[in-house]
């Protein structure tokens, strides 16, 4: 799983850092704005403490994070392998189930035979 901080450049995090003094953020608060790269106050919020009371400029710092820090990674998941099954009939089953009934059938075939001995 790729994350904010695996596009991020040596040079986009001091920069970004260095203009985050402008904003009085705690060392720790920065790191988890690099680390996460929020792109709403929503957020932001939760990361920064109590910044309606220190009066912290999200916008601006939202901002900065759009200017200096690389966008998020996209990734395309690829699907699972062996997820669903196809059975005989063209419906999609999962696996396990399909898996789980295939051992139920064979253990009571077995267990038929068993008893016609």
Excluded: H, W, Y
């Excluded at 966008?71 to 392998?81: I, R």
């Amino acid at each position: 799983m790729e994350t904010a901080a695996s596009t991020q450049t040596r040079e986009s995090v001091t920069k970004f850092s260095d203009k985050c003094k402008d904003f009085k953020l705690a060392k720790a608060e920065i790191l988890n704005v690099i680390n996460l790269r929020p792109s709403s106050d929503v957020e932001l919020t939760p990361i920064l403490e109590k910044p309606d009371e220190r009066e912290i400029d999200i916008d601006g710092i939202l901002a900065l994070v759009q200017e200096l820090l690389p966008p998020l990674p996209t990734t395309l998941e690829a699907p699972e392998e062996n997820e669903q099954d196809e059975t005989e009939n063209g419906e999609q089953e999962d696996t396990e189930n399909g898996e789980q009934e295939e051992t139920e059938k064979s253990e009571q075939e077995e267990t038929e035979d068993g008893e016609q001995s």
